[in-house]
């Protein structure tokens, strides 16, 4: 969940983000997340029964660290210097 302020004529400034699970209001500082936070935007498509639905909501470190723990099969983990 995001709270956003005016900025300069058309842009947003970042003011707050909470984790839509547990309620932790994260660190924000000049408009960025300073901690480790996931944002989800997830727009259903034809083949779900949420069709026409766009899911919306950030997770602490910790809560998403809880939910992929919970997978059958581990999420694949890369290290980002693969792509550099
Ligand atoms: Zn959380």
Redesign the pocket.
């Known amino acids: 969940m995001r709270k956003y302020g005016k900025m300069k004529a058309t842009k947003k400034a970042l003011l707050q983000v909470i ?1 839509n ?4 209001d994260l660190e924000v500082k000049d408009g960025s997340v300073r901690e480790g936070c996931v944002r989800i935007e997830y727009p259903f498509d034809y083949f779900s029964e949420k069709d026409g639905y766009i899911y919306e909501f950030d ?2 470190e ?2 998403f660290d809880l939910w992929i723990g919970e997978f059958k099969y581990p999420a694949k983990i890369h290290d980002m210097k693969e792509y550099m």
């Open positions: 984790c699970k547990c309620g932790k997770l602490c910790k809560c």
